[in-house]
């Protein structure tokens, strides 16, 4: 058994666990706080007061579709904070092991 503990600890699987059991359950806070309070006030910002996720940039004949991809960068940003924030602040990153 402690050579099973010991694989587990040495190759990061602990952290890997957490990780993804904290990534799914804190997924659907993040997603509702970009959707439902960041874009909003964005798309106030922006001028695309109806949604962020409609905003364009009309040139000429050309339709630039960039509130998708703003929404989406946003949505990314805010996750890779609130997990980075997260790992350091629950000490995740001190279960693993380092290799001898």
Known sequence: MKGFINFIREQKVMGLAVGFILGGSVSKVVSSLVADIINPILSVVLGAADDLKNAILQIG???ILYGNF???L???????????????????????????
């Open 70 to 72: 703003l929404s989406a």
């Open 74 to 100: 946003i949505d990314f940003m805010v996750v890779a904070a609130v997990v980075y924030f997260g790992v350091n602040l629950i000490g995740i990153n001190k279960l693993d092991k380092k290799k001898e």
């Open 61 to 63: 004949p050309v339709r």
